[in-house]
Structures are given as structure tokens and as C-alpha cells.
């Protein structure tokens, strides 16, 4: 009889365990998770099977990665205040100002000097490049190029085939008249890389002295905005759609390539942010590939029409509209009208408040955007404005916005 207890009480453990096993099962990541699969490992597979595979993608990326120094012709002239001299990347100097020459001065000034990076993306030499490290077609400029691959290190002159300034993009062709097959770099999609993904920079900053650098890191952010004042004429140009990555982009990689795991160029470094760590910038890959043919057969990229009136104009505060005697704080204030645009041959002037563009009402320079995106170029709209508490209704006809404001 006790014995038989002995196997009742054995078998009731059993049945325990066995329960509370199933409810660890029941309780285990899977089931939290709410996935009817085993989530996905953490450490991904690639570096537990080849922990080299890093280097291997550099190793196989870096023969396509040039060394480029750009020189552009003596100027003998003054420049304008406020203008500043190339520097070696100049954005690596985001949010910095580095003066190389005496603004003031009525000497010649030392040819300007610019040095990046580039990757080859057709064996018969095609680089691609940002615009800001070559400059423009036609500027003078005289364009280096160094192959860090045997047999093929020397160096090369290249010239710009097409530029986009707008974009930062620029596509050169080396000077190959012995006809060489240089290495090259795929290119991916840049459309399906994921936030968290791996990448990997590679530039060729010093040419011949110290080779390649490669950094590693994770594709931060995408659609990313910055605004950079150009050295030259003082304007600032927006850059939209970029790729930010925490793969740092040391000075002089500008140009080079952004890589995945796959080894394929998803991005073109761009820029770094000089006061802050860990945020570097890349222009998106398929942005290139959608205008690269353009760039090579055109020299550059067509703008669409973009419809425009011609004023810099703010939103009014209720100060304002008090100091203007206004009846409330509807509509934009007119700052300044810009020279030969449709605003200015229309009539318009500083101090006018449009207060309905069309049968649109304006409460902020938003409505602005958005009533004029409704036209096209040479469409003739009503503007409702108020100027010294009059009423007037102006007819202007759309401008094309000049390429240099977009």
C-alpha cells in the first residue's frame, strides 16, 4: 500500500513538471512576441559564419574607391566679404567657418584646392562623386585621380562629364587612353535599407599616403533635411532625403561610397556634423541612378517648372497686425520683393499683406506653398492684398522659380 503511494505521489510530480514545463513553452519569446515563428536571431548569421565580412566587403570596395584633388585657376581679384576659400572637404567644415585666405586682401589669391573621394561604377573609368568636392563643367578646374590598385596606381586626369549642385551629385570620366579596366562597385537600392541596417564608409582621403579608411556603423535615419551656406556666394542650399549614418565620415571621404552588408553602395557619403557625434549624412543611391543617364549624356539634371511669385514673406504675429492696423492677423507679410520677378512686374511691394491668393484664403506662408501648387507656370491668379488699409486686387501671372532659389 505504501509503496503504491510512493507511485502515485512519483507520477503526480511527473504531472507537475510536465505542466509547468508547458507553461514556461507557453510563456516562452515566441508566444510574448505574438509571432507564430521564432524571432529572428540578434547576432546576425553573416558574422557568426565569416566574423571577416566587414573586411572582406572593404577589401573588395576599396580598389573601386579613387583619391580625387580638384585645383581650380588663380583669381586675381578682391573677394566680397563674407565669401570663403575651398577647403580640403569643405563639408567636412558643416556648421564651421575656416578662412585659408585674407578676404580683405588685394594680392592674388592661392588657387583653391579642394580633395575628396569617388567610386567607380563602369570599368572604362565613370566615377561618381558629389558635386561639391569637383565643382561645375566649365569652371577651369584641373581634376586628379589616383587608383589605389596595382598595376593601375598612378595618377589620372579626369574630366566632369555632368553636376547637379542641387543634389550634390557629379559624374566624371578618367582620361583612359591606354584604355585600362578599372575595378567597380555595385550598385544597390537604397529604397529597401532599413533603419538599424549595417554600413559600412569607405573613402580615399589622402590619396597615395595613406590609403583607404573604412568606418562601420548603422543607418541612423532617412529623409533627413540640412541647410549648408555656400563658401562661395554666401546662399544657403537645403539638402532633403538624406541618409544620416553614425558610420563616421572622416575628412576628405566626401564622395565615397555607403555601403551594406551586401557590398553594394546604397549611399554617397556627403557630409558630417562637425559639433556633434555620430551624425553623418549620405545622399541615397537611388537618387543618383535616377538622374545618372541625364548627367552623362546632358551634362546636367532638367528642374520641372515650379511655379512662383517672387517675394520673401513671413507669417503675421498680432503685434504686427496691430502696428499695420489690420483687422485681425490673416494673411503674409511681403518682406522684400525680389528684382524681375512676377511679383515685381505684378506691383507688388515690401509691407503688402497678401490675404488671398485666387479663392484661396492665406493665414500663414504654408497656404502660400499650397495655393500656388494648384497653378502651373504662366497662369494668371488674383491676388487679395491689403497696403495701407486698402484693398487691392492684383492680377500676377506665374514664374518659372530660377534653379538657384529651389
Request: charged fraction near 20%.
Amino acid at each position: 500500500m505504501q509503496q503504491r503511494k510512493r507511485i502515485v505521489s512519483v507520477l503526480l510530480l511527473v504531472g507537475v513538471l510536465l505542466v509547468f514545463s508547458g507553461v514556461i513553452a507557453h510563456l516562452s519569446p515566441t508566444t510574448v512576441l505574438g509571432a507564430e515563428e521564432a524571432p529572428r536571431e540578434l547576432v546576425a548569421p553573416m558574422f557568426v559564419d565569416n566574423p571577416y565580412v566587414i573586411a572582406d566587403i572593404a577589401e573588395m570596395a576599396s580598389p573601386a574607391t579613387v583619391f580625387l584633388s580638384v585645383e581650380w585657376p588663380v583669381v586675381e581679384e578682391t573677394p566680397r566679404p563674407g565669401s570663403r576659400s575651398m577647403t580640403t572637404d569643405p563639408f567636412y567644415n558643416f556648421f564651421f567657418d575656416y578662412w585659408f585666405n585674407d578676404p580683405f586682401s588685394n594680392r592674388p589669391r592661392a588657387p583653391q584646392r579642394s580633395a575628396g573621394s569617388g567610386f567607380i561604377i563602369e570599368d572604362s573609368g565613370i566615377i561618381l562623386t558629389n558635386q561639391h568636392v569637383v565643382g561645375n563643367k566649365g569652371d577651369g578646374q584641373t581634376i586628379k585621380v589616383i587608383v589605389d590598385v596595382p598595376g593601375l596606381d598612378r595618377e589620372y586626369q579626369a574630366e566632369i562629364m555632368g553636376s547637379d549642385q542641387r543634389l550634390d551629385l557629379a559624374v566624371l570620366k578618367i582620361m583612359n587612353e591606354q584604355e585600362h579596366v578599372f575595378p567597380t562597385v555595385p550598385l544597390g537600392d537604397s529604397d529597401q535599407s532599413r533603419i538599424g541596417e549595417w554600413m559600412i564608409a569607405i573613402g580615399n582621403p589622402y590619396g597615395e599616403s595613406l590609403h583607404h579608411t573604412v568606418t562601420v556603423g548603422v543607418l541612423s535615419a532617412k529623409g533627413r533635411e540640412i541647410n549648408i551656406r555656400s563658401q562661395e556666394t554666401g546662399e544657403v542650399q537645403v539638402y532633403e532625403n538624406l541618409m544620416q549614418t553614425d558610420a563616421a565620415i572622416n575628412s576628405g571621404n566626401s564622395g565615397g561610397p555607403l555601403l551594406n552588408m551586401q557590398g553594394e553602395v546604397i549611399g554617397i557619403n556627403t557630409a558630417v556634423h562637425a559639433s556633434a557625434q555620430g551624425i553623418g549624412f549620405a545622399i541615397p543611391i537611388n537618387v543618383a541612378k535616377d538622374v545618372l543617364e541625364e548627367l552623362m549624356t546632358t551634362g546636367s539634371v532638367s528642374l520641372p517648372s515650379q511655379p512662383w511669385i517672387g517675394v520673401y514673406h513671413q507669417n503675421l504675429t498680432e503685434s504686427m497686425a496691430e502696428q499695420l492696423r489690420l483687422p485681425d492677423n490673416k494673411g503674409v507679410l511681403v518682406l522684400d520683393v525680389i528684382q524681375g520677378s512676377p511679383a515685381s512686374e505684378a506691383g507688388l511691394k515690401a509691407w503688402d499683406v497678401i490675404r488671398r491668393i485666387g479663392d484661396d484664403d492665406v493665414f500663414s506662408t504654408d497656404d502660400v506653398v499650397e495655393a500656388i501648387s494648384q497653378y502651373d507656370v504662366g497662369d494668371e491668379v488674383m491676388l487679395t492684398v491689403m497696403r495701407q488699409g486698402e484693398i487691392l486686387l492684383i492680377p500676377l501671372t506665374l514664374g518659372d522659380k530660377p534653379a538657384h532659389l529651389r
